[in-house]
């Protein structure tokens, strides 16, 4: 009598077809993770700063690097005083700047005197179209100074700056894709740290939305977020899993043929 010794049980093994098609489930959840964060708004970093007045010239601050300037800056050297602007100034280039500051609600926009400043923000404040009932953008000319002679302007103190301080503005600005909006980092050093008085500032930092109209909050660089996965990536790591897959089937049908029944004469 012959009979078979019966393999030791053991778990039940998918074919390959259905790892395959496991893999490929894995490979289309990735795809469509990644698929939307491309076109999501990503905060970017301005490389045009850190940026300082030049004493006695006009300065321009092109937030994108495009070649296309968005805000002014003057520094006068004869009366210690710094001041920036969302329009050129008397003399500068011409055509209007398409930057705009976050200013306060209640200021009153007056070019002649220069009443307000942009506001000083807190980190997490939102920067888009709806800035609450707080804080606005403001259209056509304005100028304003930032220090004057050796203390903070009264414009400048009157929208929470003081001299001496590392605070937040935000900012919207326009190029050949649409408004993006911004936050900047600015350190306002007076004659500190090396610098002449009539320098009094430095824009050290900026970010501004990838996506127009996409609002961003103040103080977000975009460091917490998923990495964007590019879906041609995804198609070769799901070549590389399905390959993969298919080796160790091979592998576990040579490892069961070692371990075929063997025969027994009763």
Not at 116 to 145: E, Q, W
């Amino acid at each position: 009598m012959t009979k078979q010794t019966p393999e030791p049980t053991a778990p039940r093994r998918m074919s390959l077809a259905q790892k395959i098609a496991l893999a490929s489930g894995a490979g289309a959840a990735i795809t469509g993770i990644a698929l939307p964060q491309s076109a999501e708004a990503t905060p970017i970093q301005s490389t045009t700063v850190p940026l300082t007045p030049t004493v006695g010239d006009y300065t321009y601050w092109d937030i994108d690097g495009n070649g296309t300037d968005d805000f002014g800056m003057y520094a006068y050297s004869s009366q210690s005083s710094a001041y920036f602007s969302q329009d050129p100034f008397v003399g500068g280039q011409p055509g209007n700047l398409s930057g705009r500051f976050v200013f306060p609600q209640n200021g009153v926009p007056n070019p002649a005197e220069n009443t307000i400043a942009m506001t000083k923000l807190s980190v997490g404040v939102t920067i888009g179209s709806n800035l609450g009932t707080a804080n606005r953008f403001i259209s056509g000319t304005l100028g304003f100074g930032m220090v004057t002679q050796t203390a903070i302007s009264p414009e400048a103190a009157a929208s929470g700056w003081a001299l001496g301080d590392i605070g937040y503005f935000g900012f919207k600005f326009t190029n050949t894709s649409g408004v993006h909006y911004g936050w900047a980092q600015i350190d306002i050093h007076g004659q500190t740290g090396g610098y002449a008085l009539s320098e009094a500032f430095t824009i050290t930092n900026a970010y501004y939305e990838s996506t127009p109209g996409a609002s961003i909050n103040v103080g977000d660089t975009g460091a917490s977020a998923v990495p964007e996965i590019d879906p041609a990536s995804a198609g070769s790591v799901m070549s590389l899993v399905i390959g993969s897959l298919a080796m160790l089937e091979r592998r576990r049908k040579l490892r069961a043929a070692d371990a075929s029944p063997t025969t027994v004469s009763a």
